[in-house]
């Protein structure tokens, strides 16, 4: 890396000052005044004061300013501004990471400086947040390491262990509890348990109610002998994440691995266990309840108990009583001798998943593999036609049990009470309840977009983006970046016209450009009344309740302020005053978007799930939640 020359913060100010000046073509006595410096009430060559400027100079009408989205402009000073816009401009914006991230306020994980501390004492942590083991009860022999509390409830946890109890000998390991209630987390295990013999390890409750996990287990439990493990509770009651177990329980000797309950009543969960119990000998795994009550859940195993050896693996319960989802089991214990193979209940879903069997039991020898309860919709190719029994398979929908096809009750429990709602609500002394408007995601600003025009942001310049960011393989930060990419990428849908923006400038440009300069931008005022009843006060259709158009926009995961933009036709937008409905006191201020033409939405769509119909039958409303915003013409 090119080493950077000094410069003095006074010159780049002054610099900065005269390029601004071009920029804007604006004359020196007047700076001050258009420059929007007594509005931002600092510096005029701030982002945030660049921002107002761009404001003014692009929206016609001379409304009140939006300061809810004005204010999401970066913090950064205009020295600072104008050292990092340098930096981009050299492409070293990596080699000040630290600094950038935390002037600009944006997403960022710690780097992970590697340790050979070996903990070779028995430890009991009760609380525990230093993220970082790489060589952990390597080799030892005996005692019990206990963490109760790990990253407890942490905003922005990255946890890393490189080694964990690697050739340790009758050790036990116990996490009581291991990440529960955090957001946006890293965590992961490169080795845990390799070719240790007895002992035992036990995850009472793994990462649960964790918000966007990124959970990996490199290799689990592999080489060893003897050896108990148990998860009491994985991932229970997480949200829009993604776990991984590349291999768990590889060529173990009397091994038994026990899941009692593995992402139960989590949503959106991706899961994906990559080799599964591989040429294990007399091994014992178990999943007593997997993926149970989950919404939307894709389940992925590539390769499950592949040449086991009197080997005995079951599945009790598997994503009963689901929404939806897609499973794959590509290989399933395939060139097995003398296995038992068992799932009790598979599959019954309440609305129909997607699951799929590639290679079951093929070429395997003296196995027994039963299906008890097998669920709909489903498909097996390529599986062995001796020693596999279907006690009850169901292919298609008329054969769901009658305690879910025809007990008559909504599954609508994956939506929240009062996330989508009929029009009808809205009306003066109206009682309904107010979802968790409560904007999650960690709190970023905007980037100026004399930065983000500088920076990569496409996937195929997904390598120079992890550069920039320090994000390793298979990161949580590749994660965010790749998915986020695939949304702004993708082809919109009939009618949609879509954009991802990366500025606030780049925000204003977008909605001008389908709405025209004369604007107005509204966004629900705070968050009271969120996961209780509210009652409606005064109700203001916007452009006399007439049918319109306008742009929303919802934010994506990303390491600056990123949001997802798009036109949609065909709506009505109300305010509301947001009353309690007890003192009827006035506690919030509501904006709510009802969509009129719903027939291009999805029928598994949540808002027909909660509300009944289907799409193009009834108009769907919904509140305007923290931090997201619409866009509509000036009345």
């Known amino acids: 890396m090119p080493k950077l020359k000094h410069t003095s913060p006074l010159l780049i100010y002054f610099s900065f000052f005269f390029y601004l000046l ?35 100079k692009q929206i016609s009408n001379d409304l009140p300013k939006p300061w809810f989205l004005l204010n999401k402009a970066s913090p950064m000073s205009a020295v600072e501004m104008a050292t990092f816009s340098k930096l981009a401009d050299q492409n070293a914006l990596s080699t000040r990471l630290h600094a950038f991230c935390s002037s600009a306020q944006l997403l960022c994980f710690n780097d992970l400086s590697p340790s050979l501390e070996k903990h070779g004492q028995n430890a009991n942590f009760v609380a525990y947040s230093d993220n970082n ?128 309950s593995y992402g139960k009543s989590s949503n959106v969960i991706g899961s994906n266990f990559n080799n599964y119990g591989n040429t294990g ?53 395939k060139n097995s001798n003398a296995a038992k193979v068992n799932f009790l209940h598979y599959g019954q879903s309440f609305n129909e998943g997607t699951d799929k069997f590639t290679g079951y039991g093929s070429g395997a020898s003296g196995q027994a593999i039963g299906f008890k309860i097998y669920g709909v919709n489903n498909t097996f190719k390529d599986y062995a036609k001796k020693g596999i029994s279907f006690s009850k398979y169901m292919n298609d929908s008329s054969a769901k049990p009658t305690s ?33 408007i409560r904007d999650k995601m960690p709190k970023r600003s905007f980037l100026p977009r004399v930065i983000t025009s500088k920076l990569p942001f496409s996937t195929s ?55 025209g300069r004369n604007v107005v931008v509204r966004t629900t005022q705070n968050t009271n009344g969120s996961k ?38 065909k709506v009505r937008v109300y305010e509301a005053d947001l009353l309690d409905p007890k003192t009827k006191a006035k506690i919030n201020h509501g904006v709510a978007i009802c969509h009129i033409d719903t027939s291009s939405w999805s029928s598994s769509h949540g808002a027909f799930v909660a509300l009944g119909s289907g799409p193009g039958k009834i108009e769907v409303c919904h509140w305007i939640f923290e931090n997201d915003m619409t866009w509509t013409t000036a009345d």
Request: glycine share 12%; charged share 20%; proline share 4%.
């Open 22 to 56: 071009s920029s804007f073509n604006v004359d020196v006595a007047i700076a001050g005044e258009i420059s929007g410096e007594s509005e931002a009430g600092g510096n005029p060559f701030t982002p945030k004061a660049s921002l107002i400027r761009y404001w003014k």
């Open 133 to 260: 083991f790489t060589n952990y009860g390597t080799g030892r022999l005996g005692g019990v390491d206990s963490f109760k509390n790990y990253s407890d409830g942490e905003n922005l946890p990255v946890d890393s262990f490189r080694r964990y109890s690697r050739n340790a000998v009758g050790h036990g390991d116990q996490f009581s509890n291991y990440a529960p209630d955090t957001n946006v987390a890293d965590q992961r295990f490169n080795t845990y348990g390799t070719s240790a013999t007895g002992g035992t390890g036990e995850f009472k409750a793994y990462a649960k109610g964790i918000n966007v996990p990124h959970l990996g287990f490199t290799t689990y439990s592999t080489e060893v002998t003897g050896r108990q493990q148990s998860f009491s509770s994985y991932s229970d009651d997480a949200n829009a994440g993604d776990q991984s177990f590349a291999s768990y329980g590889r060529n173990g000797n009397g091994a038994g691995n026990g899941f009692n």
């Open 281 to 333: 000998n007399g091994a014992n795994d178990k999943f007593i309840s997997y993926g149970f009550d989950g919404n939307v859940p894709q389940n992925n195993f590539k390769i499950y108990g592949d040449g086991g050896n009197a080997a005995i693996d079951s599945f009790s319960s598997y994503r009963d009583q689901s929404n939806v989802g897609d499973d794959s089991f590509q290989s399933y214990a």
């Open 404 to 436: 879910m096809a025809d007990s008559g009750k909504k599954v609508n429990r994956w939506v929240e009470p009062g996330k989508f709602f009929r029009e009808k609500m809205l009306k003066v002394g109206s009682v309904m309840p107010m979802p968790d």
């Open 461 to 515: 310049k997904l390598l120079d983006m992890k550069k920039i960011f320090h994000a390793d393989d298979n990161s949580s930060m590749e994660t965010i970046m790749t998915e986020a990419l695939s949304d702004c990428e993708r082809v919109p849908s009939r009618g949609e016209t879509k954009r991802c923006v990366a500025s606030g400038e780049d925000l204003i440009d977008f909605a001008t450009s389908v709405l």
């Open 532 to 569: 209780n009843d509210v009652m409606i006060g005064s109700l203001k259709g916007i452009d006399g309740g007439r049918v319109t158009k306008s742009v929303s926009c919802h934010q994506s995961l990303f390491p600056y302020l990123l949001y997802y933009c798009h036109s949609v036709p």
